[in-house]
């Protein structure tokens, strides 16, 4: 921003003085408390306050580094480039009976929400989920089955979404032959919108990409998309490792280690529209790997042990879905993410992925998501 020299009020009052004193021959020379020229001057410096105020307020939606919120919408609008939105987020829930005689039908839309009603989801298609039927729209229980499995979104997207595991547990209406809810793991997938300070970052990147035919073009193609893509970018080489000059390929990846195909779709389509011509590519979704945790810690006095538990499974989960493709998870980094998830940590006694104590490698081609994690 512009560099101008400001005043406070008082500077201002005094400014006043002494040019009314200077100017009057030294005949208007009262600016004691109370006086009238005293409160006369005060008056006017106020006003230039304001004015001042509002010049400075003006001056800092003129640049892109000065301007918040709704200001900074308008001025990357005006390049085509817009905040990318939050994400709801996203999980797994076990609807549960006491009487499983008879099937019952759940459909889409049905709401879940956590034990105070801050925070509600609802029921959506996955064709991932056993019981999920799509001629019908429903996941379906049959009878005998005392509990099936079905995927649900946050309402409102953003980070609220996120919560523990076991804090949904009530229905947000009847469902027949249907008496429980809850979510055996934690929901990590929400993320806020974009923020100042990453809009003004993806738009210098923006402006790096205008020549295209880059990687830094395609990268900027990606992370455009939706919060929370990571990718590995691999020239000259086909997936399978054989050398291949003017080919390259792309490992995306949004957290969830399985990707949609209708993603994989979005990003080919995208790094499409910037890539070489004449150049070859394939986008594909990262290989899986599970990492399994176990690992003991001591509550600090006066903290319960399944709260701290519960904080300690949560920051895991969250540090492995932030991992980015191609990332290795670092064993001994996991010390530092217990600690900090909870004040009530006093001591790590054990901690183990995939059974051992070592860090858990990955190649380009994989990404790191999280399996069961026991916290005792």
Same mark, same amino acid.
């Given at each position: @921003?512009?560099?101008?020299?400001?005043? =406070?009020?008082?500077?201002?009052?005094?400014?006043? /003085?002494?040019?009314?004193?200077?100017?009057?021959?030294?005949?208007?020379?009262?600016?004691?408390?109370?006086?009238?020229? $005293?409160?006369?001057?005060?008056?006017?410096? @106020?006003?230039?306050?304001?004015?001042?105020?509002?010049?400075?307020?003006?001056?800092?939606?003129?640049?892109?580094?000065?301007?918040?919120?709704?200001?900074?919408?308008?001025? @990357?609008?005006?390049?085509?480039?817009?905040?990318?939105?939050? $994400?709801?987020?996203?999980?797994?829930?076990?609807?549960?009976?006491?009487?499983?005689?008879?099937?019952?039908?759940?459909?889409?839309?049905?709401?879940?929400?956590?034990?105070?009603?801050?925070?509600?989801?609802?029921?959506?298609?996955?064709?991932?989920?056993?019981?999920?039927?799509?001629?019908?729209? %429903?996941?379906?229980?049959?009878?005998?089955? /005392?509990?099936?499995?079905?995927?649900?979104?946050?309402? =409102? #997207?953003?980070?609220?979404?996120?919560?523990?595991?076991?804090?949904?547990?009530?229905?947000?209406?009847?469902? !027949? +032959?249907?008496?429980?809810?809850?979510?055996? !793991?934690?929901?990590?997938?929400?993320?806020?919108?974009?923020?100042?300070?990453?809009? *003004?970052?993806?738009?210098?990147?923006?402006?790096?990409?205008?020549?295209?035919?880059?990687?830094?073009?395609?990268?900027?193609?990606?992370?455009? $998309?939706?919060?929370?893509?990571?990718?590995?970018?691999?020239?000259?080489?086909?997936?399978?490792?054989?050398?291949?000059?003017?080919?390259?390929?792309?490992?995306?990846?949004?957290?969830?280690?399985?990707?949609?195909?209708?993603? $994989?779709?979005?990003?080919?389509? /995208?790094?499409?529209?910037?890539?070489?011509?004449?150049?070859?590519?394939?986008?594909?979704? #990262?290989?899986?790997?599970?990492?399994? @945790?176990?690992?003991?810690?001591?509550?600090?006095?006066?903290?319960?042990?399944?709260?701290?538990? %519960? !904080?300690?499974?949560?920051?895991?989960?969250?540090?492995?879905?932030?991992?980015?493709?191609?990332?290795?998870?670092?064993?001994? *980094?996991?010390?530092?993410?217990?600690?900090?998830?909870?004040?009530?940590?006093?001591?790590?006694?054990?901690?183990?992925?995939? +059974?051992?104590? !070592?860090?858990?490698?990955?190649?380009?081609?994989?990404?790191?998501?999280?399996?069961?994690?026991?916290?005792?």
């Amino acid at each position: @921003m512009t560099t101008l020299q400001t005043q =406070t009020f008082d500077q201002l009052v005094e400014m006043e /003085a002494t040019a009314i004193q200077a100017g009057s021959g030294g005949t208007l020379i009262d600016f004691s408390v109370g006086s009238i020229l $005293l409160t006369f001057a005060q008056a006017v410096a @106020m006003v230039a306050l304001w004015l001042q105020g509002l010049i400075l307020q003006l001056l800092t939606t003129t640049r892109a580094a000065t301007s918040q919120g709704g200001d900074l919408d308008s001025w @990357m609008a005006d390049f085509g480039v817009t905040r990318l939105p939050a $994400l709801a987020a996203a999980g797994t829930v076990a609807f549960s009976r006491f009487t499983p005689t008879q099937a019952a039908v759940i459909p889409l839309g049905v709401v879940v929400q956590t034990a105070d009603g801050t925070q509600q989801f609802l029921v959506i298609a996955d064709d991932n989920q056993a019981a999920y039927n799509d001629d019908d729209a %429903a996941y379906l229980v049959a009878a005998g089955v /005392a509990s099936v499995s079905a995927t649900v979104q946050a309402v =409102t #997207p953003g980070l609220a979404g996120n919560v523990a595991a076991g804090a949904i547990s009530a229905l947000g209406q009847s469902i !027949s +032959g249907v008496d429980g809810v809850s979510n055996p !793991s934690a929901f990590v997938s929400g993320t806020a919108a974009e923020s100042d300070a990453a809009l *003004r970052a993806r738009f210098v990147n923006y402006l790096a990409s205008l020549a295209k035919a880059t990687k830094a073009a395609v990268g900027n193609a990606i992370a455009s $998309l939706q919060e929370g893509l990571t990718y590995t970018l691999i020239e000259d080489y086909t997936y399978a490792g054989a050398y291949q000059p003017g080919y390259f390929y792309v490992v995306v990846d949004d957290g969830s280690g399985s990707p949609p195909a209708t993603l $994989l779709a979005l990003v080919s389509a /995208a790094v499409d529209a910037v890539r070489a011509c004449g150049t070859q590519f394939a986008v594909f979704a #990262p290989v899986p790997i599970t990492a399994t @945790m176990a690992v003991t810690v001591t509550a600090t006095s006066g903290y319960t042990h399944p709260a701290v538990a %519960a !904080s300690v499974q949560t920051a895991i989960q969250a540090y492995i879905v932030a991992l980015p493709v191609g990332a290795s998870l670092s064993w001994s *980094r996991l010390y530092q993410v217990i600690y900090a998830a909870s004040p009530g940590v006093a001591s790590v006694t054990t901690l183990t992925v995939n +059974g051992g104590t !070592s860090d858990l490698l990955v190649i380009p081609q994989q990404a790191v998501i999280a399996g069961p994690i026991t916290v005792s």
